[in-house]
């Protein structure tokens, strides 16, 4: 299925309309299956998506006390570090609304070796799966992009055999002042969710936006061309600065304007 592409002028309809979607499929997911498994990523651009989902009416109206919240990265730091994806989410969004502890399910970037943090990992992944998967299909995954075409902390380079066994691998990239040791979901994990929406803002990024979207398949220099969800959809929330360089007029009416 081609990905939706979202176009907003304006910030906060960008993130209000995404959290829009969300709060809709959060209690389907909780009707169907009895929980919403919900994939956070890190990075600035979801700074203001988490702050607001933790406001109304989105603190009560989302079935926080169902909803397991995991990572689709995160750098090899302590988690009270200020790169920590997993702070960053629980000083803005994950102390603010009612989620009991044992439903957080973060990455252990503390972990001396990234290859350890990504082998428990996966073990925890196993443990909240559905019976007989060796991890569970997501609800939602939400992710990044990184100008570099990067995603979660899948960095242009070369595929590893593993990564299509295995939903967590210990990753490595740099990109801006960063810390380059990672552990990352797989595509393999993240194309089996029911949903992923990327959220992409700034101009910064309009050059991979194309090419990731519009451009040749090369799955090793655009990373995020990997996210295909086998049985699940994709959509992009992107502001018009980081739309800059899609073609508007290649007849795709899955691009709308806001
Ligand atoms: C991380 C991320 C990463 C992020 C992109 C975009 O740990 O850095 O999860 O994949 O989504 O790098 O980052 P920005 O939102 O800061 O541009």
Redesign the pocket.
Known sequence: MEPEVLIFEDQRQLNETLANRLQQLAPEAVEKRGRFLLVL??????RLLFRLLAQEPYASGIPWSQTHIFW????AVPPLSEES?YALAQELLLSQVPIPNHQIHRIQGELDDPHSAAERYTETLRQVAEEGRPWPRFDLVL????SDG????LFPGAILPLEQEQPVLAASGT?ED?PPD?ISLTPAAINSARQVFFLVT?GN?APAVAATLQGPRDLERYPAQRIRPTNGSVVWFIDSEAATNLERNKGEDNVQTS
Do not use: F, V
Request: net charge positive.
């Open positions: 990523s890190g990075g600035s651009t979801p689709a990265d995160e750098r994806n992710l990044g992009l990184g990067h995603t979660a902390s990109y960063r990672r700034g990024k």
